[in-house]
């Protein structure tokens, strides 16, 4: 059974903090992507990456950063966390576009 | 990148077909056009995809106009548990972005 995997279910962190989301496929997906979904505004690309070591920025990387050194981890990192960063984040994976994407279960995240 | 745009929300009784309709106007020759579905607190999950004429498959069938500038999911004889939100994406392998809309939220009353 294809799987990606996001490290935390809930994650509750204080302002400033740096924040690791972290996000493993085991289908040896080429592509994946960060997302984060608000009420109210769908989900919205982050970041994404096309091959290891590859990032290419989303609509809203403001305030974020990712990393692939492994191809089947794709990482999200908030340098400095912020309350308007509170989100669900959601983390996917397709092999290559025009293919069915997988998604993880995601993280609620809460900054206070 | 083409944009889509298809209702916020939809109401539907158990047992109705529902048809939620995507527009996307300006899509590209090698653009395909695919439907997720989304339940509360999960990830969205892949329905269906086509890329021209009528596509079925066991949850649903997708039909696409010649011009290919609308697409229409339908949903035969919905139940409770087909409330979701249902998110119409145009995929392009020019940009590489999978870009997803604000979905429409459709409601199945018993």
């Known amino acids: 059974d294809v799987k990606v995997t996001q490290s935390s279910r809930y994650l509750v962190k204080r302002t400033g903090e740096k924040v690791f989301l972290e996000c493993v496929q085991d289908m040896d997906h080429e592509n994946m992507f960060w997302y984060r979904q608000d009420p109210g505004l769908g989900l919205r690309l982050i970041y994404f990456s096309y091959d290891v070591k590859m990032k290419e920025k989303g609509d809203i990387p403001e305030g974020y950063s990712v990393s692939r050194e492994k191809k089947e981890r794709f990482s999200l990192i908030l340098e400095s966390a912020s309350t308007n960063q509170t989100s669900m984040y959601l983390c996917?994976?397709?092999?290559?576009?025009?293919?069915?994407?997988?998604f993880g279960q995601g993280t609620r995240l809460t900054v206070v | 990148l083409a944009k889509t745009t298809q209702p916020i929300s939809m109401d539907s009784y158990e047992g109705q077909e529902v048809n939620i309709t995507c527009s996307h106007n300006?899509?590209?020759?090698?653009?395909?056009i695919t439907w997720y579905q989304q339940f509360p607190s999960q990830g969205p999950r892949f329905i269906i995809q086509?890329?021209?004429t009528k596509v079925t498959n066991e949850v649903a069938s997708l039909f696409i106009p010649a011009d290919r500038k609308s697409s229409t999911l339908s949903l035969p004889r919905v139940s409770l548990s087909d409330t979701a939100v249902y998110y119409c994406?145009?995929?392009?392998?020019?940009?590489?972005?999978?870009?997803f809309g604000q979905g429409t939220t459709l409601q199945v009353k018993p």
């Open positions: 996917a994976s397709i092999r290559s576009l025009n293919t069915e994407a997988f």
């Open positions: 300006n899509i590209a020759t090698n653009d395909y």
């Open positions: 086509g890329y021209k």
């Open positions: 994406l145009v995929e392009s392998g020019n940009t590489g972005k999978l870009i």
